[in-house]
């Protein structure tokens, strides 16, 4: 069995991905399976991917939750139905509509994210003042990452 510094060693770089995506993903569920959230957690993972986005059509969000346009359309009428979202019409297309997060919708949002960094937060204050502040170090570094891939286009490579 290895120990808890063991644990951070990474072979080669080529894990480090896999070991990234492997333990945020523990984490995920650890939260999602202590938390009482305010809406279901397909719901919640939405709605934040509509506050990322801003505003988008629901072929977007279809696109980028890997799932077909009516599967998605009916996702957001749910949101919308709870008013967490507003569709308002695409002016570069009159066909389309976009899907806005609403004030309502943040407060949900806000409070499912607090819920769930409730059931995290017992386990960082565990943690020495050292190691959480190597936390902090290592959550901005995993924020500059993704502000670098939300700068670049989207190519067959990172879709």
């Not at 120990?3 to 995506?21: I, K, N, S, Y």
């Not at 919640?44 to 986005?53: G, H, K, V």
């Not at 997060?101 to 943040?106: D, K, L, N, P, V």
């Amino acid at each position: 069995m290895s120990t808890p510094t063991e644990d951070v060693t990474v072979a080669d770089d080529t894990e480090l991905g896999a070991d990234l995506l492997a333990v945020v993903a523990r984490l995920n569920r650890l939260a999602t399976q202590r938390t009482r959230l305010p809406l279901p957690w397909a719901q919640a993972r939405l709605l934040s991917t509509i506050e990322d986005q801003g505003e988008a059509r629901i072929s977007d969000l279809a696109c980028l939750d890997h799932c077909s346009q009516p599967t998605m359309t009916t996702q957001v009428r749910r949101l919308e139905d709870a008013g967490l979202v507003t569709r308002t019409p695409d002016p570069g297309d009159a066909r389309a509509v976009l899907i806005r997060i609403t004030e309502q919708g943040r407060q949900t949002l806000e409070q499912a994210r607090a819920n769930r960094a409730a059931a995290i937060n017992p386990r960082l204050e565990r943690l020495s003042a050292e190691e959480r502040q190597t936390l902090t170090a290592a959550v901005g570094l995993i924020r500059r990452l993704l502000t670098d891939v939300d700068e670049q286009p989207l190519s067959p490579q990172n879709s």
